[in-house]
């Protein structure tokens, strides 16, 4: 299969898209000296990355026609320990209430990631990120907006939700979030009182891609846990698949 070409002009949900910036999200988790290799080998350079040793880590990648900021997903305890702070508190950043956890990893990192994508100027800004990189993004895509960074696209995959219906209805970001079958991760917290933002993209293992609408109704919040954490971290091969 060869591999996927990313075009930041195409704003509509696109297979080949996703194949790309999942192999993004997916080198994030790597060593720092894979990583590097890894996120050459799709043709970006890092322009800055978060301290190594920073639990939630990020890093900004570029191209002659773009820019990507990615947050890490869950890799740790510590990580876990944010993912699991449901607890609402006020946005920051704009109307409504978030994800606690989120908002906190955001605002502590926010003066270093405003001043990095500054720096960049006449390319669109992507975020991308799987997992808790997911949640924070809808947290950046907001923060970013307060300091006068416009987001051209947000693309999630298995992100949990991040906010209430205020801020859902308040979000203004162009935003996908991919959900791959049973992943349990997108439908945490609960809706409601979290909403979800953006077009939705489901897909499983049938070669079938639903775009719009809501989660399937049949919950797996009770199903075979094995297959939901399957579903969670096999992205890159699930989309793969989805594209033969």
Known sequence: MADPVF????????????????RLCESVYLPVDQMHTAITSLGLSIVVAADVDDPFYWVLCARGDCAILVPRGSDNAEDWIIDFDFLKVSNLYGPGRVHAGFQSAVRDRMTRVAYAVKQITGQPIWLTGHSLGGGECGIY?????MAGISVAQGVTFGGPGFCDATCAAAFTTPWQYWVHRDDIVPRLPPSPPYERVGTLCYFDDSGTLEIGGKLPSESPLFGDWKDQI????DYVQALDKLAA
Request: hydrophobic content about 40%.
């Open 7 to 22: 075009n930041p002009a195409s704003s509509a949900p696109c297979v080949d898209n996703a194949r790309y910036l999942s």
């Open 141 to 145: 895509a907001m923060a970013l907006g």
């Open 230 to 233: 399957m579903d969670h971290t």
